[in-house]
C-alpha cells in the first residue's frame, strides 16, 4: 500500500467509514479461501512476512502447484490444514476506502449447518459462491435458504472459476436463470450475481478484461453499496434491553445496555418491561459527555425521571409502541449439540439480556435443508433445524425475529438455548409468534392467598422431595416422616410413585420424555399442594437433575426440600425387594436407573441420608429435625 | 439521525461485551500487559462503567524482564485511587532464576503461562480479560469472543461454544473459567485510529527513539538494563520503536522515525511486516506455535 501524501486527511476519511458484516458460504472447492484470500490481497492487508509464509506454505500444503494458494491464507487450526478443510467460523477483517468488513467465513460442508448459521447471525450480506463448472448445486439452495432463515436480506451470488469456463457468458447466464427460479421458490427479494475469479481477482476488486459483457458492479463495489441493517434498525421503535444497573453511589442510578432498536432522546417517554411503569428519559450518560440523542448499535447508560423499578433482564422501549411479553411461542430451532433435543427437559434460554427456564415441545416437523421438505421428527440432532412450541417459566418480553422485508429484529427475536448440567449451547432459535393461550390466559386474582392457607393450617407449607435409586428406602422413609408430622399436627401429603403412576400418569412410559413429564406433573401438583398450605411428601427416583431443579424453580424460595436418599447401587440391588432389578439384569425391565439408565446424584441436598449408616427410623428422626429448623 | 462510523460500532460492541461479563461472571479480572491494546481495553473498560468505578481489579503477571518504560507507565496506570492493580510473580520462576536468554520457551511457560494460572486460581478469578484480536495471528481468527477453559485452564476446541448474534453464555462450573477478547473484532489500525481519536496513553517505546540496541537473531533487540549478556559487544544506538511490547529481550525493534500516532499508522501502512513478526515467541514449534500454547493454556 502506498503511504497517503496527506496521513491527516487520510485519517479524517477513515474516521467516518461504515462497518459491513458478511458471510462467505461455499467449499474451499467452490474457491471460497481464495476469494477471500483475493479481498486480503487486492486491499492490501497482507504484509510481506505473511506472503512469505504463504509462499512456503503454498508449496508445502497448496493446491496450486508453483502459485500462490491464497486458500492457505484463512485455514486455521492445525489439524483442519491437515486434513484440508476448514471446519469453524473464522472472522477475517479487510476495509476498502468506504468500508471496514468482518467477514464469517464457514465451511460448506452439510454437517457443519451449526457454523453457517452462527457466522449468518451477525451478517448484513451473504456471499453464496456457485463453481461456473457445476452451476447450481444442493449445497447452493441450503446456503440461501440458511441465510433466508437468519434474515439475512442481501445474497451475492459469486459465480466462480469463471476464468475456467473460459469466461462464457452463456454459462453464466444459465447459472443465473438456474438461480433465479430457486430464489423466487424460497423468497429471496434482493439478489444478485457476479462472475469472478479469485485466482485472477477478475471482478473481486477490479474489473475483469475478459469479461466487458459483464456489466454490473464488481464484489468490491457491490459490498460498498449494500444499505446497512444499522440503518434501517435505527428506524424502529426504540428498545433497549437492561444489561447492567450502574449505581456508584445513592445519587446516580443509570441503566447501561445496547440498543436494540430505534433512537431516543432525554425527555423521550419510556417504558419498562415487564412491569409497563412508564417513565421519561432524564439523561443519556456517557464517558464523552451526556448526549443529545443515541440511536441503534449504542452502548449507553440512561437514567430516567421517577425512581422506577428496573433491573437485567428489563427491556426499556417506546412508551407508545412496545413490543409483546409472553411465555409460549412457536419457534424456529437450530439443534447444535451432539446430544439431541429431549422434549420436556428444562433448558436455559437466554434472550437478549433475559435468562429463563424453558421447555421444548415435540417438534411439529424437522426441515430438510435440502430439499426444503417438512418431515416428521420425534426430536432433533446435531444440525437439525425444526419448528417446536417452547414455554418459558416466565414472561419474556420479544419481538418475532422475521421482520417482513426489514431486517431482523436479532435482539429481542433470537434465543439459544443451554444446557443445564453441561453448560454447553445446544441450540439457537428465531422466536415466531406468541401462541394465542399464552396471550389470553391471565392468571385469576385468588383471594383466598398462600399465606392466609398456611396461617390456617398453622404451619410452613414445604416440599420434602425424596430421590434416590429404585429400593434405596425413599417410600419407607417418606411414609415414616409422615406418620411423624401428622403425630405432631402437621398436615401432610405424601405423594409416591407407584400410586401416581396408577392414576394421573397412568399414559406415561419410563422413556427420558416421559420421566420427566412424570415429573413435572407430580412438581406441579406438590405446588398446588403446597399453595394451599399442605406440607408435601414425594418419592420419587426422579434420576435428571435438570428436572429436580425445575421442580425446585416452580416453588418460593427455601420451601424445596431435596432429601438424597444415598444408598449404593449394590446395596440397592441386593435388597431389590420388588424383584425389579433382577429383572432389569436380565433385559426384560429397559431404562431401568442404575442399570441402563443414569441416576444423577443431587449435587447440594438440602438432607443427606446415607443409608448404609442410618435406619430408616432414625433417617425419619433426623428429617424431621431438619423440617423443624425451617421453620 | 446520526449513522456509526466503524470505530462507534467498535466501542460499542467491546463495551457491551464488557458490561454482559460483569453483569454474569461471579468474580472477573482484566489482564493487564501495559501494551497498547491493554491501554485500549482499560480505557473502553473505564467508559462501560462510566460514572462508577471500574469493577473488577486489574492483574498484571510479572516477569521482571519487561522494558523499565513499562514499569513506570504501569505504575501510573495503578497511581489512580479507582483502579486497584494486582501484580503477580511466579514464585517458582522466581526461586529457580527463570530468564529469557538462558531459558527459551520455558521462560514464556513458567513466568507467563504457569504464572497466569496461579494468579487466576490463586483470586478465584472465573472471567479474565484479554487483549487479543482475532487479525493477530491465525489461530486467533477462529478464537470465540468468550472462550471457554476447564478446571486446569486448557482451551478445547471441541468445547468452544457457537456465537450467535450478541448473545454469549457466560455460563460454567465451579472451577471452570472464561477468557473474554472485547477487542475480538479489532485490527491493529482500528486500535490506532481508535488511540489517536480518543488520545489514549500509551507506552512511549511505541514511539520512535535513539536507543542502545543489538541484534541477535535477526531482530534488532534493546539493551534495556545491564542483565542484557554483551560478551563485551558494545551496544548501537538506532532510532527504533516497538509495534508489540513483552519482556524486553524477546520484543524485536523496528527501525523507525514515526515519533507520534499519526507517523505510526503512516508507517503501518506501508509496513511490510505483520504485528506478530518481531515476536520471538511465535517462533519455536512453527506455524501451529500458537494454538499449542492455548492448548497448555497461553492466554
Given at each position: 500500500m502506498n503511504a497517503p501524501a496527506d496521513i491527516s486527511a487520510w485519517l479524517a476519511e477513515q474516521e467516518s467509514k461504515e462497518l459491513l458484516r458478511f458471510i462467505t458460504c461455499g467449499s474451499v472447492d467452490d474457491g471460497k479461501s481464495t476469494l477471500i484470500g483475493r479481498l486480503l490481497y487486492d486491499t492490501r492487508q497482507l504484509f510481506d512476512d505473511q506472503l512469505a509464509a504463504l509462499e512456503t506454505d503454498s508449496k508445502r500444503h497448496g493446491t496450486q502447484g508453483e502459485k500462490m494458494d491464497f486458500a492457505l491464507l484463512v485455514d486455521g487450526l492445525s489439524a483442519e490444514r491437515e486434513q484440508g478443510i476448514t471446519i469453524d467460523v473464522a472472522y477475517r477483517f479487510f476495509a476498502s476506502d468506504k468500508r471496514k468488513y468482518i467477514v464469517a467465513d464457514t465451511p460448506g460442508?452439510?454437517?457443519y449447518t451449526r457454523n453457517m448459521v452462527t457466522g449468518a447471525s451477525t451478517a448484513d450480506l451473504a456471499v453464496v459462491l456457485v463453481d461456473a463448472r457445476k452451476g447450481v448445486l444442493t449445497q447452493t439452495r441450503r446456503h440461501s435458504y440458511l441465510a433466508q432463515l437468519m434474515g439475512i436480506r442481501h445474497v451475492v451470488l459469486a459465480v466462480t472459476k469463471i476464468d475456467l469456463v473460459d469466461y462464457d457468458r452463456e454459462a453464466f447466464a444459465a447459472i443465473v436463470a438456474d438461480y433465479r427460479a430457486f430464489a423466487d421458490e424460497i423468497g429471496v427479494a434482493d439478489w444478485s450475481a457476479i462472475p469472478v475469479s479469485g485466482l485472477t481477482g477478475e471482478n473481486v476488486a477490479a474489473r475483469g478484461g475478459a469479461m466487458g459483457w459483464h456489466d454490473g458492479p464488481t464484489l468490491l463495489e457491490l459490498l460498498d453499496s449494500v444499505p446497512l441493517d444499522a440503518a434501517t434498525d435505527a428506524a424502529k421503535p426504540f428498545r433497549m434491553p437492561v444489561q447492567w444497573v450502574n449505581r456508584p453511589n445513592q445519587d446516580f442510578r443509570g441503566f447501561s445496555g445496547q440498543i436494540a432498536a430505534g433512537a431516543i432522546e432525554p425527555g423521550a417517554e419510556v417504558r419498562v418491561l415487564p412491569s409497563g411503569r412508564v417513565s421519561r428519559v432524564e439523561r443519556i450518560v456517557t464517558a464523552d459527555g451526556d448526549l443529545d440523542q443515541a440511536v441503534a448499535g449504542q452502548s449507553v447508560t440512561l437514567t430516567l425521571a421517577d425512581q422506577v423499578d428496573c433491573s437485567r433482564g428489563d427491556v426499556i422501549v417506546a412508551a407508545g409502541d412496545p413490543p409483546q411479553a409472553a411465555d409460549q411461542f412457536e419457534a424456529t430451532i437450530v439443534w447444535m449439540a451432539d446430544e439431541e433435543l429431549v422434549p420436556g427437559r428444562g433448558y436455559w434460554l437466554k434472550l437478549g439480556t433475559q435468562v429463563v427456564s424453558a421447555t421444548v415441545q415435540h417438534p411439529k416437523y424437522e426441515i430438510n435443508?435440502?430439499?426444503l421438505e417438512h418431515l416428521a421428527a420425534p426430536a432433533l440432532g446435531l444440525n437439525a433445524i425444526g419448528v417446536a412450541e417452547i414455554a418459558t417459566d416466565r414472561e419474556i418480553v420479544f419481538e418475532p425475529y422475521a421482520a417482513d422485508g426489514s431486517s431482523p429484529n436479532r435482539a429481542l427475536g433470537g434465543f439459544i438455548l443451554i444446557d443445564k448440567l453441561t453448560n454447553a449451547t445446544v441450540a439457537c432459535g428465531m422466536l415466531h409468534f406468541a401462541l394465542r393461550r399464552s396471550l389470553n390466559i391471565h392468571r385469576q386474582h385468588l383471594d383466598v392467598s398462600r399465606e392466609t392457607h398456611a396461617a390456617l393450617k398453622g404451619q410452613k407449607p414445604a416440599v420434602l422431595w425424596f430421590t434416590g435409586?429404585?429400593?434405596?428406602g425413599k417410600s419407607t422413609i417418606a411414609n415414616l416422616v409422615e406418620k411423624r408430622l401428622a403425630a405432631l399436627g402437621r398436615h401432610t401429603f405424601l405423594l409416591d410413585g407407584d400410586n401416581v403412576r396408577h392414576g394421573l400418569n397412568r399414559d406415561l412410559g419410563f422413556t427420558e420424555t416421559d420421566r420427566i413429564e412424570n415429573i413435572r406433573r407430580v412438581g406441579e401438583v406438590a405446588r398446588l399442594m403446597a399453595d394451599s398450605g399442605l406440607i408435601v411428601l414425594t418419592a420419587f427416583i426422579s434420576p435428571f437433575r435438570a428436572e429436580r431443579d425445575m421442580v425446585r424453580a416452580m416453588l418460593p424460595q427455601g420451601e424445596f426440600i431435596e432429601v438424597f436418599v444415598d444408598t449404593p447401587l449394590a446395596e440397592a440391588e441386593k435388597r431389590d425387594a420388588k424383584g425389579l432389578y433382577a429383572k432389569a439384569r436380565a433385559g426384560a425391565l429397559k431404562n431401568f436407573t442404575g442399570i441402563d439408565s443414569p441416576y444423577e446424584a443431587p449435587e447440594a441436598p438440602e438432607i443427606h441420608i446415607d443409608t448404609t449408616r442410618l435406619s430408616a427410623e432414625q433417617a425419619a428422626e433426623l428429617i424431621v429435625e431438619e423440617l423443624a429448623k425451617r421453620r | 439521525m446520526r449513522s456509526l462510523t466503524h470505530l462507534d460500532r467498535l466501542e460499542a460492541e467491546s463495551i457491551h461485551i464488557l458490561r454482559e461479563t460483569v453483569a454474569e461472571a461471579d468474580r472477573p479480572v482484566m489482564l493487564y500487559s501495559i501494551g497498547k491494546d491493554s491501554s485500549v481495553m482499560l480505557h473502553l473498560a473505564k467508559k462501560a462503567f462510566f460514572p462508577g468505578p471500574l469493577p473488577f481489579p486489574l492483574l498484571h503477571v510479572d516477569t521482571?524482564?519487561?522494558f523499565r518504560e513499562m514499569y513506570a507507565a504501569r505504575d501510573r496506570v495503578a497511581a489512580d485511587p479507582a483502579i486497584k492493580l494486582i501484580i503477580h510473580t511466579n514464585p517458582e520462576a522466581e526461586a529457580q532464576g527463570i530468564n529469557p536468554f538462558d531459558h527459551g520457551p520455558l521462560h514464556t511457560d513458567m513466568w507467563k503461562t504457569q504464572g497466569l494460572k496461579q494468579a487466576l486460581d490463586a483470586h478465584g478469578f472465573d472471567a479474565a480479560f484479554g487483549g487479543a484480536r482475532r487479525d493477530e495471528e491465525k489461530s486467533r481468527a477462529k478464537e470465540r469472543i468468550f472462550s471457554f477453559r476447564d478446571k486446569h485452564h486448557r482451551w478445547d476446541p471441541k468445547r468452544q461454544r457457537p456465537e450467535l448474534w450478541a448473545l454469549y453464555n457466560v455460563r460454567k462450573a465451579k472451577g471452570e473459567s472464561l477468557r473474554v477478547f472485547p477487542l475480538s473484532n479489532w485490527t491493529e489500525l482500528d486500535v490506532w485510529q481508535y488511540i489517536l481519536r480518543e488520545r489514549i496513553e500509551i507506552v512511549p517505546l511505541y514511539f520512535a527513539a535513539e536507543r542502545p540496541t543489538v541484534t541477535r537473531d535477526g531482530l534488532i533487540l534493546m539493551v534495556d538494563d545491564d542483565r542484557f549478556p554483551l560478551n563485551g559487544e558494545a551496544a548501537v544506538t538506532r532510532k527504533v520503536r516497538f509495534r508489540t511490547l513483552g519482556c524486553y529481550p524477546l520484543s524485536g525493534a523496528n527501525l523507525s522515525d514515526a515519533a507520534t500516532v499519526e507517523e505510526i499508522i503512516a508507517e503501518m501502512l506501508v509496513s511490510?511486516?505483520?504485528?506478530?513478526?518481531?515476536?520471538?515467541?511465535?517462533?519455536?514449534?512453527?506455524?501451529?506455535s500458537m494454538e499449542k500454547k492455548k492448548q497448555e493454556g497461553y492466554f
Open positions: 460442508h452439510e454437517q435443508v435440502n430439499t435409586l429404585s429400593g434405596a | 521482571h524482564w519487561k511490510t511486516s505483520s504485528e506478530r513478526e518481531g515476536r520471538a515467541i511465535d517462533r519455536d514449534g512453527g506455524s501451529a
